[in-house]
């Protein structure tokens, strides 16, 4: 398997740019979570989806910022207009679901994206 | 709300040295505990999970711990490797939307030859 998938590795815009971030969970997993960490706030919960529905969004900083799962092979995170603020690395991770096998709620993480706002 | 604290921020060993690394929270109601290790750039590796209900759980050359009357998981390292130089973080569920996990900073651990 080829793990969490995410895009664009690396991505620099410009303030007030559109920037959109791609996920492609492990297959067969049914759980999506969406991570920021920064050197100040380390690893923050955004947002997390089960079955494709927003489970819980309570992290997502403002409405400047949305994700989607239109399917169970892929989400995004779109922040829109992008801030200098909005600068750290976006991490997705996936796990086969919820309930009480600990495998279940196992957490897998892809490799993140840099995102820099000028 | 569960806040989760990691002590030391940083530690360097020289090679073949046993370690422990700190984690603690603040509320004991918790599903679960997971160790990652995230490498410079990299996402996290999971390393260990241990359920509320257990007391440790052992990989290879990684043994975690739980006490959760006391808040306190710590994470036994035997036989340092320069290739367990890393960043560790730990994590906690809390039994109030056990899906959710909230992170530690991380202990930046650096093992010299």
């Known amino acids: 398997d080829a793990g969490v998938i995410q895009s664009p590795r690396h991505e620099v815009t410009e303030m007030g740019q559109e920037v959109t971030l791609r996920c492609k969970p492990i297959?067969?997993?049914?759980?999506l979570f969406w991570y920021r960490q920064t050197m100040m706030r380390g690893l923050e919960l955004l947002i997390y989806?089960?079955?494709?529905?927003?489970?819980?969004d309570s992290g997502m900083p403002e409405d400047r910022f949305s994700a989607k799962m239109p399917n169970a092979s892929f989400s995004t995170l779109k922040i829109q207009p992008s801030e200098p603020r909005d600068s750290a690395v976006y991490f997705c991770?996936?796990?086969?679901?919820?309930?009480?096998?600990?495998?279940?709620?196992?957490?897998?993480f892809g490799p993140g994206t840099r995102l820099t706002v000028l | 709300k569960q806040e989760v604290t990691q002590i030391p921020a940083a530690l360097s060993v020289p090679e073949g040295e046993n370690l422990v690394l700190n984690c603690s929270f603040t509320?004991?109601?918790?599903?679960?505990l997971q160790w990652f290790r995230q490498d410079p750039g990299k996402g996290l590796t999971s390393l260990l999970l241990?359920?509320?209900?257990?007391r440790e759980q052992t990989s290879g050359r990684l043994n975690a711990s739980l006490d959760k009357s006391s808040g306190r998981s710590t994470l036994y390292i035997a036989a340092s490797q320069p290739g367990d130089s890393a960043t560790y973080l730990c994590?906690?569920?809390?039994?109030?939307?056990?899906?959710?996990?909230?992170f530690g900073q991380g202990t930046r651990l650096t093992i010299n030859p």
């Open positions: 297959s067969g997993h049914n759980s």
């Open positions: 509320d004991s109601a918790i599903y679960n």
């Open positions: 991770a996936s796990s086969l679901g919820w309930g009480g096998r600990a495998d279940y709620n196992e957490q897998f």
């Open positions: 994590a906690v569920r809390g039994i109030q939307g056990a899906q959710k996990l909230v």
């Open positions: 989806f089960n079955n494709n529905v927003p489970i819980d």
């Open positions: 241990i359920q509320s209900s257990q």
